[in-house]
């Protein structure tokens, strides 16, 4: 049985970003529970994607997308979840096949598509992505969801932290923990240059768990 959540469409007292980022993306998107977490669904991310980006999808060369959500409550800085997600493509042009290797919460996925669009979507798709365990979120409490979204993020240390994060053996989680979860303020309420080829800051309306 599923629930979706009451969002908020006034953005009132959001957390003090500085000069609240001009290059953070403000977005709608659907809190629904499902069981005992919480799942968000929300526009596709193609944007990351430009022209010669999606070009580049059948290279040969593999195209990885590494997206990382928090959950905080309205009014701080310190927030209640963390999740990491790293998706990969690669062409096979003797195959024509496009090959996917999807790391989420719930654990990894390898597939395959014959169209270069349907590629872009697995990677850039947001639909039903569970984010947080409902013991994380008490009813009433005010929350926001932000998100860093990285194409082909060059940093060593990144990628270590992502192949680290990862090997856990819980896909992208749904809790605290590691150097991912902590750096929420570093990368994204005082964002540095970013060593990606494209990078997408996107916050969420405000939402809250009504009460049964």
């Known amino acids: 049985m ?3 959540l009451i969002v908020l469409l006034v953005l ?3 957390v003090a970003h500085a000069d609240d980022d001009e290059k953070t993306e403000e977005q709608k998107m659907r809190f629904v529970e499902r069981g ?5 669904t929300s526009a596709a991310l193609t944007k990351l994607f430009d022209t010669a980006a999606y070009d580049a999808l059948d290279s040969g060369v593999a195209s990885t997308v590494v997206i990382r959500i928090w959950i905080y409550p309205q009014g701080s800085t310190d927030p209640v979840a963390f999740v990491l997600i790293r ?3 690669s062409y096979e042009p003797w195959d ?11 654990g990894r996925k390898k597939l395959k598509e014959k169209r270069q669009a349907d590629a872009l979507k697995r990677l850039t798709a947001i639909e039903d992505v569970p984010i947080a365990r409902l013991s994380a979120l008490p009813f009433d409490q005010i929350y926001l969801l932000a998100m860093q979204v990285e194409l082909n993020p060059i940093s060593k240390e990144t990628l270590a932290e992502v192949r680290r994060w990862l090997s856990q053996g819980t896909g992208g989680g749904l809790d605290r923990g590691g ?4 750096s929420f303020v570093s990368v994204f309420v005082n964002p540095k ?3 990606a080829d494209r990078v997408l800051r996107i916050r969420s ?8």
Not at 36 to 40: A, F, G, I, N
Not at 96 to 106: A, K, M, Q, R, S
Not at 205 to 212: M, Y
């Open 36 to 40: 005992d977490v919480l799942t968000v």
């Open 205 to 212: 309306q405000p939402f809250f768990r009504p009460r049964p």
């Open 179 to 182: 150097a991912f979860f902590g």
């Open 12 to 14: 009132v007292g959001q």
């Open 193 to 195: 240059i970013a060593e």
């Open 87 to 89: 998706r990969q493509v």
């Open 96 to 106: 024509e096949i496009f090959y996917l290797n999807l790391d989420e919460p719930g």
């Open 2 to 4: 599923s629930r979706a």
